[in-house]
């Protein structure tokens, strides 16, 4: 067991990069801000036990957030969400945004096509359900912002939604995909929304994975995007790969199998990914049967990724373990709730503060195997946590270089060509192991058709094809190849146009 029981105050030596991920607020009115070369300490007016995003300029400047608030326990404020700008004050219309103030049902989503604006994603969870985003527009109020859309319906009350959403940018560097699953019934379904300089809309819905009982779950990804791990309340904790241009799962690794009565396990709270993915962290928190929680790490390259175990703290009551991110310095935080037993402590009374509520504690060299774990050593300067820790993006992560989406790869294949009015059209006949491409509305007389696996790999291309009066047709023969996710992409003069099949 690796236990360090040393208490101090984390600064990082380290230069990293100021970004949009460079302020958190959570907790009971914590700020912190990741600069250039330390930690600072501020004041932010949340007050959530759990649900937080909020987003920077490209400088690192705090431009808003929205968070979860005391309201939620009122009956007579049931959306309860909202949003702040920098001068820490509500945001015009920023009040009244569909929200429980549970743990994670808000992300924060930049315009694929306008710097001043933002897609704020919120879920119901509890006193209202469903999925839904209001837009922020910044370049209102001399800067500060206001809210210009307001709980736009993406599905409705019927849609139960879990405290999970995530979001990811696509590997073409300029959309994004918004992730959420449904809790209201046993399933294992991902539902995958994309973010495009148009519109939001629900591109798919991914089945795969353990069938999961209704209930909270985490959905974290990866630094790099390449994966995402997945918690539930069962103890089940897995790995995907994950597939930015298709926004498609894969290759599963299970780091705890579900157990058979989740009464009689510990939770998993929590989990987060190293930045270079090779070790998970995990918080699973005492169900009703006992008072300890715990924080785990495993190796994901091992060959047995359960046997793997390390632990690397056992807590009992009254902490309560809670939210685990990766932080702009590389190192990942750690949330506890102080919960006596036999209370509720939220909103944390006035005269309650003490070592567990004042303090994150943290995981300093998640890459490495002895990764000197500091319980709590990070001091938030008199403001408090509770369980739950910002949920914000990536927002830097860009596009997937040389991936079949990667739109400067495109432009330098085919440059300076517009959209067109092309439309193109794919079908899979699996009896025949034959997909049949047809276009037609193209302005662009010579074709080229490329396809790619799930991977990324070219698998088929062929050049030179005419297309005739705006019209095209391709029968392309896939006996023998991998079943598995492929992507079609199709360019002319005046056109670049993409579809994807599963050839099972």
């Avoid at 939001?200 to 069938?211: E, T, W």
Wanted: proline fraction near 4%; charged fraction near 15%; charge should be negative.
């Amino acid at each position: 067991m690796k236990l360090f029981l040393s208490i101090i105050l984390l600064v990082s030596s380290t230069c990293f990069s100021q970004n949009r991920n460079s302020v958190w607020v959570f907790g009971d009115s914590s700020k912190i801000f990741f600069d250039s070369i330390s930690v600072i300490i501020d004041t932010s007016v949340c007050i959530s036990r759990g649900s937080a995003s909020s987003v920077s300029n490209s400088k690192g400047s705090f431009l808003f957030c929205i968070t979860g608030s005391i309201d939620a326990l009122n009956a007579q404020y049931p959306k309860a969400a909202k949003v702040y700008n920098r001068e820490n004050k509500l945001m015009i219309s920023g009040d009244s945004l569909i929200g429980d103030a549970w743990y994670r049902e808000y992300v924060l989503v930049p315009f694929p096509n306008d710097t001043t604006k933002y897609y704020a994603f919120s879920a119901g969870v509890t006193t209202i359900h469903g999925f839904y985003y209001s837009i922020i527009d910044m370049s209102q109020d001399s800067g500060r912002g206001a809210v210009i859309q307001k709980n736009v319906p993406l599905q409705g009350t019927n849609f139960i939604a879990s405290d999970g959403v995530a979001a990811i940018q696509h590997g073409n560097g300029r959309d994004w995909w918004v992730v959420i699953r449904e809790w209201s019934q046993a399933n294992n379904d991902y539902y995958f929304y994309l973010v495009t300089k148009d519109s939001v809309y629900l591109d798919h819905i991914q089945s795969i994975g353990f069938l999961s009982e209704p209930g909270f779950g985490k959905i974290k990804p990866s630094y790099d995007g390449s994966k995402i791990a997945t918690s539930q309340p069962s103890g089940y904790v897995s790995v995907f790969d994950f597939d930015r241009c298709t926004g498609y799962l894969s290759n599963e690794i299970v780091v705890e199998p579900p157990r058979a009565n989740d009464t009689l396990y510990t939770w998993a709270w929590d989990c987060a990914i190293s930045k270079n993915n090779r070790y998970i962290y995990v918080s699973q928190l005492y169900n009703y049967h006992d008072t300890l929680s715990h924080l785990f790490q495993y190796d994901l390259q091992a060959a047995n990724v359960q046997a793997s175990q390390d632990t690397l703290a056992t807590l009992a009551l009254p902490i309560n373990i809670g939210a685990l991110e990766l932080a702009p310095n590389n190192k990942i935080y750690l949330s506890c709730w102080y919960n006596p037993v036999g209370t509720f402590m939220y909103p944390f009374p006035d005269s309650v503060h003490n070592y567990i509520n004042e303090n994150l504690s943290v995981i300093n060299e998640p890459d490495s195997d002895n990764c000197y774990f500091t319980p709590f050593s990070f001091y938030l300067g008199g403001h408090r946590t509770y369980m739950g820790l910002p949920n914000n993006p990536n927002y830097e992560l860009g596009r997937l270089y040389g991936s079949p989406c990667d739109t400067l790869q495109w432009t330098n294949l085919t440059p300076a060509l517009s959209k067109g009015e092309g439309v193109m059209q794919i079908t899979y006949i699996s009896a025949w192991e034959k997909l049949f491409i047809n276009a037609s509305g193209l302005k662009g007389k010579n074709v080229t058709v490329s396809i790619y696996d799930g991977k990324g790999s070219l698998k088929f291309e062929v050049r030179g094809l005419k297309a005739v009066n705006g019209y095209f047709t391709l029968d392309v023969d896939c006996a023998g190849w991998s079943d598995g996710l492929y992507v079609v992409h199709l360019s002319a003069e005046k056109e670049r146009l993409s579809k994807k099949f599963i050839k099972e």
